[in-house]
């Protein structure tokens, strides 16, 4: 083997020797006292051999106190060497073994420091990701940390400012008290307003423990506005329905009530002479009636049913009718900014109706001494935070802005709420009613104002992208007479007898019943007696017995050609809305005029 092997590594001392390894750790265990034990032993054996053999050596007795005194050398000068040799390697193998704990503990230190470090990137990364405000405040309420969302709401980086003189525009989420409970290690939480922007905020402030034992404070805020808007929207709906509940049984029946007293008055204004005093009283008995009608129809919207009737609508039309009824002898005149490529909507227009007239009605009422009000009209599409209630997507806006007191911040969010008014003139049903027949077409009202600019209303209704419904151009003033048999279905008697004096007037013939039993059992009878009702009438609840929906099901498998039209006056369930899918050829709505039925009745007759 060559001297100089390169296959072998070199040891990086002489102490890196394994057998001097080795050596060094039994010296480290070796015991001073076995070296003493051993130089006498081995001095007596030295003295006994010398004894022994000097009568034979002739050089004996010359070197024998030179050779005693050489081995005592020998054998004494390692004994006294012999410990501190030892302690020396036993304190080079100490120094060994403190290097090695030495070199761990740095390592751990460089592992801890390295986890110390990602930790902190991590929690700045996620406090720069947090969607809201979030500072750290020492002890002595100067701030430490503050991510840049907060440096943008307040304009600078306000670290080593005092907390309340930074957060000026959010004064109340640092007060004193919390600041004295959280340093005193106690989690606050709490909801606020800012004064500076009305916008309201969700504060968690937290405790964090420092390593010189003092505590330090984390602000963690996040703008909870829409939340506080979609609940405050929620809790208008609550109560709404809750109104519902008792308006709409109540409604209900004093609807069918005012069907028969405005068919009685129609037939008898047609049976009467056309001049005179008792026509002229039939038409103001009329009038009053159907504004009874309008009042039922404000408290229906608050029941769960009513869905609206829709069709493709054209809003300008619409707004500017509703605007001249509404305005008619008063003392305010409308201003208007309508777009004239506005989108459709998919409307009731009677219901539609009846929401721009009641808040041109309440614009109105705030301007006691007279004015301008401005309505106006535009396409907008919404993004997904745009209107909190609202999906994104393309939608129709009708403003209308009134000059007037405008309202205080604190009713604001009771505008909408049933019968809450601030006006002397007013039931406080107009809004509420507005509120809940555009919630029903899947839209929004917004409302801003300030107390004496007045207040703009904004009435999102969603576009549509079917072409608009053309109406008739015209009436004929004949009436929309016809032939055939009619089977009326109604639990009511009044809304049967009324139905019948009226088909009886436009031509038909007609069979009554009170349900659904009945009705199947006349049409049977009709059918086999080869004598076939043309059109069936039938109401659509029928309290504790069979109503439209379980009938025209009924009919249809005894004859699928069956015509049938499905009237209410209220109702719960969305038939009148969709009655073609349930079987229906058409709907109409209780309390009949008697144009609206003649014609209905006609068109199904004739239908395929």
């Not at 001049?275 to 039939?282: A, F, H, I, M, V």
């Not at 029941?303 to 002898?329: F, M, N, Q, W």
């Not at 809304?495 to 069979?511: A, C, F, H, K, P």
Request: negative net charge; charged residues 25%.
């Amino acid at each position: 083997m060559p001297i100089l092997d390169p296959s072998r590594k070199p040891t990086s001392s002489f102490l890196g020797s394994s057998m001097l390894k080795k050596f060094l750790t039994d010296l480290e265990t070796a015991n001073p006292w076995h070296f003493v034990w051993i130089a006498v032993l081995t001095s007596e054996l030295l003295t006994a051999v010398f004894n022994a053999t000097q009568s034979y050596l002739w050089w004996g007795r010359i070197s024998r106190d030179l050779l005693m005194i050489g081995a005592i050398d020998a054998l004494f000068v390692p004994l006294l060497v012999a410990p501190t040799i030892i302690y020396f390697v036993r304190n080079t193998a100490r120094l060994e073994k403190m290097n090695e704990r030495l070199k761990r503990e740095i390592e751990d230190r460089a592992q801890a420091q390295a986890a110390t470090a990602l930790s902190k990137a991590r929690y700045r990364a996620m406090i720069e990701a947090y969607d809201g405000l979030v500072y750290i405040c020492s002890p002595d309420y100067r701030i430490e940390f503050m991510n840049e969302r907060l440096k943008e709401r307040t304009g600078y980086d306000a670290t080593g400012d005092f907390c309340y003189k930074a957060l000026h525009g959010l004064d109340a989420v640092c007060s004193w008290c919390v600041n004295e409970r959280v340093l005193a290690g106690e989690t606050v939480r709490w909801e606020v307003q800012s004064p500076k922007d009305n916008r309201w905020y969700h504060v968690t402030n937290t405790p964090i423990f420092n390593a010189d034992g003092t505590r330090s404070k984390q602000a963690m805020i996040m703008d909870i506005t829409d939340r506080k808007n979609m609940e405050e929207e929620l809790l208008n709906a609550k109560k709404l329905e809750s109104v519902g509940l008792l308006a709409g049984g109540i409604a209900h029946d004093f609807n069918n009530l005012l069907a028969g007293i405005l068919s009685n008055i129609e037939l008898a204004k047609m049976q009467s002479v056309m001049e005179g005093g008792t026509y002229d009283r039939l038409n103001e008995a009329e009038l009053a009636a159907y504004r009874a009608k309008d009042l039922t129809l404000q408290l229906l919207t608050f029941a769960k049913g009513g869905a609206p009737l829709k069709v493709t609508l054209a809003l300008t039309d619409i707004i500017k009718e509703s605007a001249t009824l509404a305005l008619r002898g008063r003392t305010v005149k409308a201003e208007y900014c309508l777009a004239t490529d506005l989108w459709p909507v998919e409307a009731d227009a009677g219901q539609l109706n009846q929401v721009i007239s009641n808040m041109i009605i309440n614009a109105d009422q705030a301007m006691p001494g007279g004015g301008t009000i401005s309505i106006g009209s535009e396409n907008v599409v919404l993004g997904p935070a745009d209107v909190p209630s609202l999906r994104e997507g393309k939608y129709v806006i009708v403003s209308i802005k009134d000059h007037g007191i405008g309202i205080l911040p604190e009713h604001l969010s009771r505008v909408f709420d049933p019968y809450f008014t601030t006006k002397q003139r007013g039931s406080g049903l107009g809004l509420a009613t507005s509120y809940s027949i555009v919630k029903k077409h899947q839209g929004a009202i917004t409302v801003d104002s300030e107390p004496g600019e007045g207040s703009r209303f904004r009435i999102y209704l969603p576009a549509s992208e079917n072409n608009v419904t053309r109406q008739q151009a015209g009436k004929s003033s004949e009436l929309p007479k016809g032939q055939g048999r009619i089977l009326v279905m109604d639990d009511d008697e009044c809304i049967r007898e009324t139905t019948r004096n009226i088909l009886l007037v436009l031509g038909y013939e007609v069979e009554l019943t009170s349900d659904g039993t009945e009705a199947i059992a006349a049409y049977r009878e009709a059918r086999e007696g080869g004598r076939p009702f043309d059109v069936v009438i039938m109401d659509l609840t029928v309290p504790g017995g069979m109503g439209g929906k379980e009938t025209i099901g009924k009919l249809i498998e005894m004859d699928p050609a069956v015509k049938a039209i499905v009237a209410s006056g209220y109702s719960n369930d969305p038939v009148l809305a969709e009655y073609g899918n349930y079987g229906f050829k058409a709907a109409v709505a209780k309390p009949y005029r008697l144009r609206d039925l003649g014609e209905t009745v006609l068109r199904v007759v004739h239908s395929a």
